[in-house]
């Protein structure tokens, strides 16, 4: 089974994947229907799993059954959860889908819908494809081409769960966005763009695969005790093949130091387990721990674990230059303690905690600033410190989904400053308490 949770995902460039591979399952010119796809594995969807969706002819897709509404769009139209994204009054000509690069870690299911408007407007286009991936926490959607009619009857370009929007987006053409399964926009895709204007940080992992010193992991065991240190340009951390690195086990201590002076650094991590792993991840840090003095910057961080009990320490530094760093950290479990920090301007922070009782301590710290954290926290008793200091842009985005006991934030930031702080709670205490400090 593919689960999504409110993980968070580095951008990544626009790039439909086009027909090249997929099954041209329906070519004419058809209206007031959809369509049944059956997926190579079943999809968690605003909490629900899903084996199948349905492709409606009117620019939406739902998940708990098909529709052939073209009018009355609301929350609750088409029914049930879905996917709104061209809804209106539409003509579907063609419909593609097919599963790509099965039995490998890029397996995904890419799904491709083109349509004009009803009945005979062939000049007022739209086309988009939905791409579902195996063993990843999102999905992606891609804009290719957007009606000039825009969205008809009411229609929303936006999530639904069934009775309200959680969701809103755009759909300008060309363009696409990464979202997980809890309906959290994960970040714009826009031909290599960044989240944030003005931020320079480099957000993908070609850059550095493109060449460089690279070290394999691929670990199973416990009470293993690693140190690496990586010095030069373009140091890489992954697994066989590019992939991610793989570390199985418990009560295993890892330390990764990378430092380079000119080139980008590259950590991309998953670690499976009982618990009580400890992690040390650096870049741009020398042997001992402590800052390089040279580091440009371009650091790209990710890391997936599973398990109890896990200590998990990042570090990202810039000492010179302009550009930023990306860190991502995806977290499934209880009682793990999560400590990240990034220095140096333009830094970008995805944090998704899902558990019980974990403690996160984040700090972005540069005297220019321009720093972006987008954290969620879901599940009873998780607390995040997060403290964001800078002259100028600083954004902080920051979802509490709390199902018993009690869950609070303390947000701190200087300079330019921007929050937004969203809390669902269904527990008697609520959500505990969030405390928010400003200043210049």
């Not at 286009?125 to 008809?152: C, M, R």
């Not at 714009?188 to 204007?197: A, E, F, P, V």
């Not at 599973?306 to 860190?327: A, F, H, K, L, P």
Request: proline share 2%; aromatic share 10%.
């Amino acid at each position: 089974m593919l689960a999504f949770f409110n993980s968070k995902a580095q951008a990544i460039d626009y790039s439909p994947n086009g027909t090249t591979g997929l099954t041209l399952v329906y070519n004419g010119a058809v209206d007031d229907t959809f369509y049944t796809v059956s997926l190579p594995w079943t999809v968690s969807f605003l909490g629900s799993t899903y084996g199948t969706v349905y492709v409606g002819s009117n620019g939406y897709v739902t998940f708990s059954s098909g529709s052939s509404n073209y009018s009355g769009f609301s929350a609750s139209n088409p029914s049930g959860p879905h996917i709104s994204i061209y809804p209106g009054d539409r003509m579907l000509t063609k419909l593609y889908y097919a599963q790509l690069n099965a039995g490998t870690a890029e397996a995904k299911f890419v799904i491709r819908v083109e349509g004009y408007d009803y009945p005979n407007s062939t000049s007022i286009t739209h086309v988009y494809e939905v791409h579902f991936y195996s063993g990843q926490s999102y999905y992606d959607i891609y804009f290719i081409d957007a009606p000039s009619s825009g969205n008809q009857n009411g229609g929303t370009t936006a999530i639904s769960n069934g009775s309200a929007y959680v969701l809103n987006f755009s759909s300008t053409e060309s363009t696409g966005i990464r979202i997980n399964s809890g309906a959290t926009e994960s970040t714009g895709i826009s031909g290599g763009g960044s989240y944030i204007s003005n931020i320079t940080a480099n957000l993908g992992r070609t850059t550095a695969l493109a060449n460089g010193n690279e070290i394999y992991i691929d670990q199973v065991g416990s009470n293993n005790i690693t140190t690496i240190t990586q010095t030069g340009n373009y140091n890489k951390i992954t697994g066989t093949t590019q992939q991610t690195a793989t570390i199985a086990g418990d009560s295993n201590t890892t330390t990764i130091r990378q430092n380079s002076g000119t080139g980008k650094n590259l950590i991309d991590l998953n670690v499976t387990g009982t618990g009580s792993n400890t992690l040390n991840l650096n870049q741009g840090y020398l042997t001992d721990g402590t800052l390089s003095g040279n580091q440009l910057g371009g650091n790209y961080l990710k890391m997936d674990v599973q398990g109890n009990n896990n200590t998990v320490t990042t570090q990202q530094n810039r000492d010179v230059g302009t550009v930023g760093n990306y860190m991502e950290h995806s977290i499934i479990g209880n009682f793990n303690s999560i400590t990240s920090t990034q220095s140096g301007d333009n830094k970008l922070l995805f944090n998704s905690i899902s558990g019980n009782y974990n403690t996160v301590n984040t700090t972005q710290s540069g005297t220019g600033a321009q720093h972006f954290i987008d954290l969620t926290l879901t599940g009873p008793g998780n607390t995040a410190t997060v403290n964001q200091s800078g002259n100028t842009q600083n954004k902080a985005t920051i979802v509490i989904n709390n199902i018993g006991g009690p869950a609070g934030v303390n947000l701190t930031q200087t300079g330019g400053q921007t929050y937004n702080i969203t809390t669902n709670c269904v527990t008697l205490g609520g959500c505990g308490t969030t405390t928010v400090n400003q200043g210049q």
